[in-house]
């Protein structure tokens, strides 16, 4: 069955960086974009940002500049890197395949 892990989550301070990662197996993931997504406590779930199969890349205007999405297919992997790390970048992060397929979520939390 198709699964997506993700790992990379964590604590920092405000102007960090994080690097999430997502490694889909049970799916041919060189064939499917890939998204992540992010959810605060209270608010609805979020995209952050999508990488098509071809390598094109697409953000929300609120991490435009600061987050970049990439992909390794030879890795099976999809990656968040996520620098000048803000509070309200404070969430759970979930890997997404255009196939439908959710992992499981990473907290990240930024604070002082």
């Known amino acids: 069955q198709v699964q997506l892990v993700e790992s990379g989550g964590g604590l920092v301070q405000p102007g960090g960086s994080l690097r999430l990662s997502c490694t889909a197996s049970?799916?041919?993931?060189?064939?499917?974009?890939m998204s992540w997504y992010r959810q605060a406590p209270g608010e609805q779930r979020e995209r952050v940002a999508t990488i098509t199969s071809g390598g094109a890349t697409n953000y929300a205007n609120s991490v435009k500049g600061r987050f970049t999405i990439s992909r390794d297919s030879a890795k099976n992997t999809v990656y968040l890197q996520m620098n000048t790390l803000k509070p309200e970048d404070t969430a759970v992060y979930y890997c997404h395949s255009y196939n439908g397929y959710w992992g499981q979520g990473t907290q990240v939390t930024v604070s002082s």
């Open positions: 049970g799916m041919i993931f060189s064939l499917y974009a």
